[in-house]
């Protein structure tokens, strides 16, 4: 699982690419809360390159978008394939977070 991140402003801009599994969520997690920590809590996760998702890495999401809701910032997806939706909507998590269809679109929707 790679991690690559970008500033837009305020807005942390992050690419996650490979597996989010249970070998690699406590990695994804750790990074995420590096960047929650830094003060950071607007962050659009750009999943173009995310190839598969366990419940492991849904827990991720989860407990990322909770700690930075509770600082008034929100975690805003982009670019999700089809078989990852198809996850999200499975697990009903299509109803807690904001997808988009490209980065900017999704970065621009903290400004709106």
């Given at each position: 699982?790679d991690?690559t991140?970008?500033?837009s402003?305020?807005?942390n801009?992050?690419?996650l ?10 990695e994804?997690?750790k990074?995420?809360?590096?960047v929650i920590?830094?003060?950071?809590v607007?962050m659009v ?10 419940s492991?890495?849904?827990r991720?999401?989860?407990?990322q ?11 805003k997806l ?6 990852i939706?198809?996850v999200f ?9 904001n997808?988009?269809e490209?980065e900017?679109?999704a ?5 709106g």
């Open positions: 699982m991690l991140g970008k500033k402003g305020d807005v801009i992050l690419g690419t490979g597996r989010l599994d249970a070998y690699s969520a406590a994804v997690e990074k995420l809360d590096a920590e830094s003060g950071c607007k996760l750009n999943l173009e390159g995310l190839e598969y998702i366990s492991s890495g849904l991720v999401f989860l407990s978008l909770k700690k930075v809701r509770k600082q008034q910032g929100d975690i982009a670019c999700m394939k089809p078989n939706r198809e909507d499975i697990a009903g998590f299509t109803q807690l977070f997808i988009f490209n900017d679109a970065n621009n929707s903290f400004t």
